[in-house]
């Protein structure tokens, strides 16, 4: 029976292409479709759902560029109802679809702008040619904003944080950001508008499809300016807690008018019948927000437009809803009824009396698709229910969090008011006192002005009556001189000069009586004004009396009705009900009571300070506690890893020992508390008063580091050499970074750059040498022989794959660095390196072609995994030499990296070629030993393997070119030396030969046990392979071995050696 898996790979991808392109057909035909039916000239409302098709053509293409293919057509000057319902499609895609439509939809930003002012300057019978104009507008203003603003989605769902920060911290970006908010709102109110207004002077209803074809685009508007709306708000108060009222006099008589007429859109929307069963309007507050009080922020609630789930009933004879992705492969109509020639057909012949199974596959498939299909569709009318019932839950919960949050605005609010007005009554108290001390001053005054008016009326009296008297001799006189005639002449001297000294008198005292009438009056003048102003106080006293009284009613009716929010400020009630108190008794008791409350404030702020200070000092003793208890817990985990890393050389420890698998889960134990001390690391940055959770973590790190270390020494003493130096070595970095990294944690300065992340790395290194020590096929099922097989392939590929891009890495960098003759002997070697991987490449395919051909042909009826097992011995020896490839890739490209870099030597890259020949071979020999001699497949990994072996040879062969090239030899001049000194010459030489070639037998001794000790780990007996497998033994050529010889498939091959010459007669 054929099956789908034996269709050949070039059948399946051209069947592959075919489908993908009649996929790309049918979705530009789906789109097409769309398109047409929903931009027509028919004065209708566009449909829902092909709307819908259009927006999801753009999310499955990420853009909108399908989409513009097919609108730069549309006859857009011919038709004006033909360009609304293209402005209103428009705006759907800008607003529902994929995020890159703005940027495609900004390429025909001209387009749009020319429609717009060619309807502009028409006239059409329909009125829809000023609203085609200003729709272009708005589709032209919201694409530069959001292109200005990306931060901001189209469909103007951000939230209030996306918000703040697309308006920065600098108020001019503020304000320029507050504008352009006001020019978006303002086009979209100005085309609500017009429609309602052309509906209305129509005498349209929203019931006809004339009338819903203007009304459609007005619930993107709706969704557009209930966020608008929003946005204005809160930049209005940012703007008003930063700069004066005077200032943004402008921007609130703007927002007033827009306020004013989106509240009427949204009145006059919400009784139309139309928008009821499509979308729910939100409602406006009656008045705007203040935005001269900082607290009606909190009274403001973010207006919420609900779209309710009612799709459109599906027409008969509309097209179904294709997939986005199409699975059919059903041939086009025209070409149904011609016959098709398969093209597996072509390939292997018609199937058995002209029928195949696939095809019962096929419409089984699609059966099961269309079923699948129609349970999708409903999960999704379902799912899109719960969606719509738990908006409108969120709706409501945020209304009801919104409203508590108000009602705590406002309490705290009252609150402050009251504080404030506690504040007036204390400076109100303190002017009365100041007013009553200055009726007291205007009252003694005004009886010491008393007093210097009756003194100035008793000296006015006395001047009188000495007037009277002066007046009384002068008659004398006059009676003197009448009856004396003898002593006329005295007489008349002596008249004038008393007439002289009455007018005298009279003058002083007519100017005394001046003086005094003028101080009387101006006393009289200062007696009524203090009397006034007296009286004034006497008012002013009244009123204030008035105003305590009132304000202590006030107090009590709040006191009463905010008793819950009262609760917050208890501290403050004793002071109110003190200050009510005071206001109703004498002025002696206010004042005793109010230095009373001030000497109770003072001690409760002492005290409250008094306890922050003991907090305070509370707070930073337990932060010491903890981190002296961290110290103490470092140091001693200091310890415990420095006393494992001094086992490492004490020779006691060396007896010890330990195997890989311990090792494997004292490290994996170990990583996990790495991660506990990361964990706890983080919780003592967040809260440094609780270091429990880092001192329980490091503790058990600390044990925990300290055993793998000493498992790792233990583990080392019984590996080979080159596993145990490696082993030792990882033990000791990841000690050295346990000791950094605690020493780390000592210090408060590089606490927080603190990371264990370098020890995860070094105990890792540990675990996979761990698992490399582990004997090979113990830790394997003969069930998963096969997954392994697969897998090492895969990964020898991988690694190959990674040596050919890091030499590529490599010869870049040698391009940069270097120059002349090391450029050229760089790009020499690794060009030879590069083509060594490369036909590597070619011999891992080959073989994987022979392994899978072997596979089906030796399995018969059992099954891969079964063929696997049974041959369990040639299995481990294909993996065997998987790795050893993978391994040899890897260490041939870190050898040609330190010889660019110079600071490797030239006969490690010549060794790693040996080996990668070697272990090449042992996959070849591996891979042939159960192939027909007569395969293919066989001849190919032979022909590959001459390849592998040539490239090697020129990557010796460069490699030592370049180092005959870079190495200086010094020319040898004996001319001006004496026979004796030449005698002695001769002499070192020889004692220098003959130590390199002692150390050269040494090196070989040291080798041969090394192959010995590989042997032993990896190899098996020959004769239990030879009855496995049915191996051939050896010839007896082969060389000899301490050990018994091991397979050629399971063992490593032996290195390239140079030709044995023999050295020359250095005594002659």
């Not at 319902?85 to 607003?95: D, G, I």
């Not at 000296?459 to 008659?475: C, G, I, T, Y």
């Not at 498939?1049 to 023999?1062: E, F, V």
Request: net charge negative.
């Amino acid at each position: 029976m054929n099956t789908i898996r034996q269709v050949p790979s070039r059948v399946k991808s051209k069947r592959s292409e075919t489908n993908l392109g009649a996929e790309r057909e049918h979705f530009d035909k789906q789109q097409l479709s769309s398109i047409s039916k929903a931009i027509n000239s028919t004065e209708t409302p566009v449909k829902e759902k092909h709307a819908r098709r259009i927006i999801l053509g753009t999310h499955r293409e990420k853009g909108a560029y399908t989409f513009w293919s097919y609108a730069i057509g549309l006859p857009l000057s011919s038709s004006a109802i033909l360009s609304w319902k293209f402005c209103h499609v428009l705006h759907k895609v800008l607003r529902d679809g994929h995020p890159n439509s703005l940027q495609d939809c900004m390429r025909y930003y001209s387009n749009i702008a020319e429609t717009g002012i060619l309807w502009g300057n028409l006239r059409d019978r329909y009125g829809y040619g000023q609203l085609v104009a200003l729709y272009t507008k708005l589709l032209c203003s919201k694409m530069e904003f959001h292109t200005k603003h990306p931060d901001i989605p189209p469909n103007l769902e951000a939230t209030d944080e996306v918000l703040e920060r697309t308006a920065g911290t600098d108020i001019n970006n503020v304000f320029q950001l507050t504008v352009e908010v006001f020019d978006y709102m303002d086009v979209e109110l100005r085309l609500a508008e017009s429609v309602l207004r052309q509906l209305n002077t129509s005498i349209a209803i929203s019931t006809l499809t004339a009338g819903q074809c203007k009304l459609a685009p007005l619930i993107q508007v709706i969704q557009d300016c209930s966020h608008l709306y929003h946005y204005s708000v809160k930049l209005l108060f940012k703007l008003h807690a930063c700069l004066p009222a005077d200032t943004l006099q402008g921007h609130r008589e703007r927002f007033h008018d827009q306020f004013h007429s989106l509240k009427t859109f949204f009145n006059k929307a919400r009784d139309m019948v139309y928008f009821k069963r499509l979308i729910q309007i939100p409602r406006l507050p009656d008045s705007p927000p203040n935005f001269l009080r900082a607290s009606a922020l909190a009274e403001h609630v973010k207006p919420m437009v609900v779209i309710p789930d009612d799709e459109e009933p599906e027409e008969q004879e509309e097209d179904e809803p294709e997939p986005l992705i199409d699975v059919s492969e059903a041939p086009p109509a025209s070409m149904a009824s011609q016959p098709q020639v398969d093209i597996f057909d072509q390939a292997f012949g018609p199937p058995n009396n002209g029928f195949d199974d696939r095809d019962l596959q096929i419409e089984s498939l699609r059966q099961e698709i269309e079923l699948l299909r129609a349970e999708l569709e409903k999960i999704k009318a379902e799912a899109q229910r719960y969606i719509t019932q738990l908006k409108s839950q969120i709706n409501s919960l945020e209304a009801e969090l919104e409203e508590q949050r108000v009602q705590k605005q406002r309490a705290l609010v009252e609150n402050e008011q009251l504080r404030m007005e506690l504040e007036v009554t204390r400076n109100r108290n303190t002017e009365h006192e100041s007013m009553q001390s200055t009726f007291v001053e205007a009252e003694k005054r005004a009886q010491a002005t008393e007093l210097r008016y009756n003194k100035l009326k008793e000296k006015h009296a006395e001047l009188v009556a000495n007037h009277a008297e002066l007046l009384r001799k002068s008659a004398d006189t006059v009676k003197m001189l009448s009856a004396t005639q003898q002593t006329q002449e005295e007489v008349a001297r002596t008249k004038q000069q008393l007439a002289f000294e009455v007018e005298r008198v009279k003058q002083d005292s007519d100017m005394k009586v001046e003086e005094q009438k003028f101080e009387m009056d101006k006393l009289k003048r200062v007696v009524e004004e203090k009397i006034g102003e007296i009286q004034r106080i006497k008012d002013t006293l009244q009123t204030c009396e008035k105003a305590n009284e009132q304000m202590n009613t006030s107090m009590t009716s709040l006191q009463v009705e905010k008793e819950r929010l009262m609760r917050c400020v208890s501290e403050k009630e004793a002071e109110l009900s003190a200050l009510r108190q005071a206001a109703q008794v004498k002025e002696s008791a206010l004042v005793q009571e109010r230095e009373r409350s001030t000497k109770e404030l003072g001690e409760l702020q002492g005290k409250l300070k008094e306890k922050l200070s003991r907090e305070e000092l509370l707070q930073k003793k337990l932060l010491e506690e903890q981190f002296a208890l961290l110290q103490g817990t470092v140091a001693e985990a200091e310890i415990i890893i420095q006393d494992a890393v001094a086992k490492l050389d004490d020779p006691l420890h060396i007896r010890c020992t330990s195997s890989p698998d311990y090792l494997v889960s004292r490290a994996e134990a170990t990583l996990s508390s790495i991660d506990k001390v990361q964990a706890g690391h983080a919780h003592y940055l967040k809260n440094m008063g609780d270091a429990g959770v880092l001192l329980r973590a490091l503790a058990q790190f600390s044990h925990l580091t300290a055993d793998t270390i000493i498992n790792g020494s233990a583990t080392a003493h019984m590996a080979p050499t080159d596993h145990a130096d490696r082993l030792t070595e990882n033990c000791r970095g990841c000690a050295i970074q346990s000791l950094r990294f605690l020493q780390e944690l000592k210090s408060k300065a590089s606490l927080k750059e603190a990371d264990p992340a370098s020890i995860r790395v070094m105990v890792q290194k540990i675990q996979r040498i761990a698992q490399d020590l582990r004997p090979k096929g113990m830790d394997v099922g003969k069930d998963e022989l096969g997954d392994i097989v697969d897998k090492e392939m895969a990964a020898t590929s991988a690694a190959i794959e990674e040596a050919v891009r890091r030499i590529d890495e490599m010869m870049n960098q040698a391009r940069r660095d270097t120059e002349g003759v090391k450029l050229e002997v760089n790009e020499r070697i690794l060009n030879s390196c590069t083509d060594l991987m490369k036909a590597i490449r070619l011999l891992v395919l080959a073989s994987t072609d022979l392994q899978k051909e072997i596979v089906e042909s030796g399995r018969g009826a059992a099954t891969v995994k079964e063929f696997y097992a049974r041959n369990s011995r040639w299995t481990e020896g294909l993996i065997s030499a998987a790795k050893a490839v993978g391994w040899g890739a890897t260490q041939m490209v870190d050898s040609a990296d330190k010889v660019v870099l110079h600071t490797g030597k030239y006969e490690e890259l010549i060794v790693c070629s040996h080996e990668i020949a070697a272990s090449t071979a042992q996959l070849v020999a591996a891979s042939k030993v159960k192939a027909d001699r007569g395969s293919k497949k066989l001849s190919s990994l032979q022909q590959a393997s001459r390849h592998v072996n040539e490239m090697a040879a020129n990557v010796v062969a460069s490699t030592k070119t370049g180092q005959e090239q870079i190495e200086d030899k010094d020319t040898m001049d004996f001319s001006g030396m004496s026979l004796i000194k030449l005698k002695k010459e001769e002499m070192e030489s020889q004692v220098k030969v003959l130590e390199l070639e002692n150390m050269l037998e040494n090196e070989r001794l040291r080798l041969g046990e090394l192959r010995k000790k590989h042997y032993e780990i990896a190899g098996v007996p020959l004769e239990q392979l030879s009855q496995d497998n049915g191996l051939r033994a050896p010839s007896p050529s082969a060389p000899s071995s301490p050990k018994p010889p091991k397979p050629a498939l399971m063992k490593k091959p032996a290195l390239g050696q140079k030709p044995n010459i023999p050295p020359k007669n250095l005594f002659r």
